[in-house]
């Protein structure tokens, strides 16, 4: 089952280098849908996913090999759905600060006056992705991951408040120079820091408690 993460994790950190720079080539956009279908199949919080939906079909939950062969029905599933999203480039320039990583790779988004969620994944301290299902209100869709958009100060933080208070995510990772900036951000006491930078590590609470 690892082959099917193989091509996109073979290209990863050129890939994430080609965004920071905007010279996406040929393929690129495959290897990114690729990315985005695997991310939440990989995680280990899928398990619970998993479970729960058996639950709702009224089987038991899965183990072992039965939360593999799950994975892979799911990235399968996902691989046809997510090209049809609207998705754009974010960047977050030098004067600015750095996007947040976390250890699920990716996280709900929203506005209260939208009606349907974004999906952020922050792929390294200066760029990240966002997807979003169509709707009325915008524009003519562009090619996936044609607009690269530079964020402004606001829009960054608002990100970061996100995967900051988002209660599935079990591990946060920052730049070293931002420990002085995390450290004042409510709710800090689980913050840890080490040689290679600050992170915030907790317990995810239940998923359907």
Known sequence: MDKLWDPVENELSKLIARLERRRLQVGDDILLFGYVA???????????????????????????????????????????????????????????????????????????????????????????????????????????FDENLKMCQSWIEWFNAAAWYDPYISALIAHPDDRARLSSLPDHNDLRVTGYGPYRYRQSQGLFD
């Open 38 to 144: 695997a991310a939440a199949v990989r995680h280990p919080t899928f398990e619970a996913v998993a479970a729960e939906y058996q639950r709702r079909q009224g089987f038991p939950a899965p183990a072992g090999d039965d939360v593999q062969i799950l994975r892979v029905a799911a990235l399968r599933n996902q691989l046809p759905q997510i090209p049809t999203w609207r998705w754009r480039v974010l960047h977050s320039p030098e004067d600015a600060p750095r996007f947040m990583i976390t250890d699920r790779g990716w996280m709900y988004v929203g506005e209260p006056d939208w009606p349907s969620h974004g999906l952020f994944l922050p792929m390294s301290p200066r760029v990240a992705l966002l997807g979003y299902l169509d709707d009325i209100r915008l524009p003519p869709k562009r090619a996936a």
